[in-house]
């Protein structure tokens, strides 16, 4: 699982220097914080990505991110056991805990007018994350590999603000929606 890890990392990095021949590539630093998931998180974490966007056609824009994030999940458990039976006794209850994702994913995005002040944005990322309830990311036993598919709407402010909301669909109960802002780097 790590060969797949570190092979996906170096496609990430070694790909977008290939395209930076073509200067064609735009580089993206943000941070993302949760706004919406199981349990109420709404701007108390922060996270990071990088994206490195291709774009050679003009209201196309493809890319590859990669990003940590950070979010509370409800998750529920019983108190009591019984040996006996085999089986949980009493009702359930539910904690918050602190999740953390690392993402690698593949964009596609579509600007409305991008030469214009703002230009409205949406599109969809796919990707693999390794996602831990604590701080264990790539921990055998205590994170797991999900894939995710999440649709992204925005804006695009001066040409260089990035602003979207992302809903990610994962399974284990790690769906969430997250706000990005990044500064686009370009000409």
């Not at 990669?66 to 998750?75: D, F, K, V």
Request: avoid cysteine; glycine fraction near 8%.
């Amino acid at each position: 699982m790590m060969k797949k890890f570190a092979f996906s990392l170096w496609v990430a990095l070694a790909l977008p220097l290939a395209m930076q021949a073509q200067r064609a590539v735009r580089w993206t630093v943000g941070v993302t914080t949760p706004i919406v998931s199981s349990a109420p998180t709404a701007f108390q974490f922060l996270g990071f990505s990088v994206k490195a966007s291709y774009e050679k056609f003009k209201n196309v824009e493809l890319g590859l991110a990669i990003s940590m994030e950070a979010h509370t999940r409800g998750i529920q458990y019983y108190h009591y056991y019984s040996s006996t039976f085999g089986a949980q006794l009493g009702a359930p209850n539910e904690e918050r805990v602190t999740a953390s994702s690392v993402l690698a994913s593949i964009n596609g995005t579509y600007r409305w007018q991008p030469e214009k002040t703002v230009s409205p944005l949406a599109g969809v990322t796919v990707g693999v994350s390794n996602d831990s309830y604590g701080n264990h990311n790539f921990s055998n036993d205590q994170s797991t590999w999900n894939a995710f598919v999440a649709p992204h709407v925005g804006l695009m402010l001066w040409r260089h603000l990035d602003v979207r909301f992302s809903y990610y669909v994962a399974p284990n109960g790690f769906n969430r929606g997250m706000l990005s802002i990044g500064y686009k780097f370009q000409r």
